[in-house]
């Protein structure tokens, strides 16, 4: 009887009266948060899939006809989009819903200063409009829902060593090696490396976009940085090179991995080997 009755009221449309009967008999659906996974983590991003139930309480069958979300990452908008329908829920049924957010690091406001903090979770807050397909028209289900996602630990660099390659009358070339360790399970993409070469405190080399190879998780690979000491403009640091002295190595820039730059400021003695 309720379904005729519904029935009735939608196709007699023109009826005010019979419309808002028709809406009455409709309850609305429900939406419930199941579950977020992290399924894909790297240095550009995250991958979160977000799962909730879709319950439909009505004795008739409804489609799924959109779903509109929005993402915020420590407080900031960071993502938004929308999906198509097509699922159906039966009567008296429940379906789950599930789409993938991709979260981009460099989007995030401050993700440096959170990558160098020790901390291992960014805060994020999803929001949600479900688009319900039902005989009286598309009912929109509201939902938010707010938790933390991990993020990746931030790589490490440090000095590995000074090695002469020749002495001439008028310049010393060297490279300087820089290790740089990826304590995460997935690789390190392609970087580049701007930095300012001090040595004995003489600045003695600058550069722009060295490159970085890609580093595998878990393991370590060396930069190397070609250096050319001038003889006449750097005496004495020229004189510790050749006799392969311990030299005072400081190396300051930037390491850029993904968009995201990692400030650097390396310092230590190195015996210059060759």
Known sequence: MRRLALALAVSLAGC????????????KPKLT????????????GATVSLTWDL??????GVDLAKVAWTFDA?????????????????????SPVTFPVRVRYQDVPGIVNLLGSGKDELRYAVGATVGVRTPVGVLEVPVTHADKVRLPAMPRFALDGLAVRSIGFDAIVLDVRVRVRNPNVFAL????????????????ARAESIAVEPVAGGSSAVVVIPV???????????????????????????????????PLDLKGSLPARR
């Open 55 to 60: 319950e439909n309480p009505n004795a008739f």
């Open 189 to 204: 993409p392609t970087g580049k490396l701007d930095y300012a070469l001090s040595l004995s405190g003489a600045d003695v």
């Open 33 to 44: 948060f199941r579950s977020a996974s992290v399924t894909a983590l790297d240095l550009e």
């Open 16 to 27: 005010a009266g019979l419309q808002e009967f028709a809406a009455s008999a409709v309850q």
């Open 228 to 262: 050319r000491v001038d003889v006449g403009a750097a005496g004495r640091v020229a004189t510790e090179l050749a006799r392969g002295a311990e030299v005072h190595v400081g190396l300051k820039g930037n390491a850029s991995l993904a968009g995201i730059p990692f």
């Open 74 to 94: 420590e407080g900031q908008r960071v993502a938004a989009g929308d999906l198509p329908g097509g699922l159906q829920i039966r009567a008296n049924g429940t």
